[in-house]
């Protein structure tokens, strides 16, 4: 985009994030106010989105009540999306917490946080998660672990899904792509390797015409016997998370960083 304009962009990108400090203060109080609390965090969301020149395009119903929404993983703007449709907790890594503003929102309504330097906490933030869909709330999870840029996408770990299955409730593929005006893939939201957030901000501010695209599948039943695995493996597919995805322009494709192997999750993963 051209200099003004992008100048444009960031300041009223840096406005809207600083009533979101206004509206961390307002939804603390409205934990009782549910509706209240979702209708202020989705118009902030899609504030920032609007301010930021990115256009949300939803296909499909997100499922109401109890549900695992299970979603590929490329930036810190799928947290953002998923906020601007159907706020929920969410299955995050604990430097989201710490993040200006977004941190603190995502955090409200019983966001479960997982340190992935002690995986040996894994199955107790499946029982959290599991806690939260018997009260009949969504909650969102990126089985992939990690973010993802290019052709190739992470594999569904199954964690996530033994929460769906111990709840009783059902799990919804969500696929996520960032388009160009001309509906190819843009990897300018991309947040992935050694990439910083403010980076990142600008990368997507600079974007012409970009497009969010969240598409909502058929939830999948998880009450006829299946196992998590073989339920990450159709989620997987219906997402159509790797190999299989639409071929990325722009940024060559980096992958996802290592992580550490931690003795006695492995049956968890």
């Given at each position: 985009m051209p200099a003004p304009l992008r100048l444009l962009r960031g300041a009223g990108s840096f406005g809207v994030l600083l009533t979101g400090i206004a509206v961390v203060v307002l939804v603390r109080g409205w934990d009782r106010a549910p509706r209240l609390r979702d209708a202020a965090l989705r118009f902030w969301t899609r504030s920032l989105l609007t301010a930021m020149g990115v256009r949300l395009r939803v296909v499909g119903v997100p499922a109401p009540?109890?549900?695992?929404?299970?979603?590929?993983?490329?930036?810190?703007?799928?947290?953002?999306?998923?906020?601007?449709?159907?706020p929920g907790p969410m299955l995050a890594k604990t430097e989201v917490r710490d993040w200006p503003v977004l941190g603190p929102l995502t955090g409200r309504g019983g966001t479960v946080y997982i340190d992935r330097d002690h995986l040996r906490q894994l199955p107790d933030r499946v029982a959290e998660m599991a806690a939260v869909l018997r009260s009949g709330r969504p909650i969102t999870a990126f089985p992939e672990g990690s973010t993802w840029c290019g052709e190739a996408g992470g594999r569904?770990?199954?964690?996530?899904?033994?929460?769906?299955?111990?709840?009783?409730?059902?799990?919804?593929?969500?696929?996520?792509?960032?388009?160009?005006?001309?509906?190819?893939?843009?990897?300018?939201?991309?947040?992935?390797?050694?990439?910083?957030?403010?980076?990142?901000?600008?990368?997507?501010?600079?974007?012409?015409?970009?497009?969010?695209?969240v598409t909502f599948h058929s939830?999948?039943?998880?009450?006829?016997?299946t196992d998590r695995r073989l339920l990450a493996r159709r989620a997987q597919a219906a997402v159509g998370s790797g190999p299989e995805a639409d071929h990325v322009v722009g940024r060559p494709y980096v992958p996802a960083r290592q992580r550490p192997q931690v003795a006695g999750t492995a049956a968890w993963r």
């Open positions: 009540g109890s549900v695992l929404r299970v979603a590929n993983h490329i930036s810190w703007l799928d947290i953002v999306l998923f906020t601007a449709v159907r569904f770990r199954p964690a996530a899904f033994q929460a769906a299955i111990d709840a009783a409730a059902p799990v919804q593929p969500v696929t996520i792509r960032y388009r160009q005006p001309d509906g190819r893939l843009c990897t300018a939201p991309a947040y992935v390797g050694d990439d910083e957030l403010l980076p990142s901000i600008r990368r997507v501010v600079a974007a012409r015409g970009l497009v969010a695209e939830p999948m039943p998880t009450d006829n016997g």
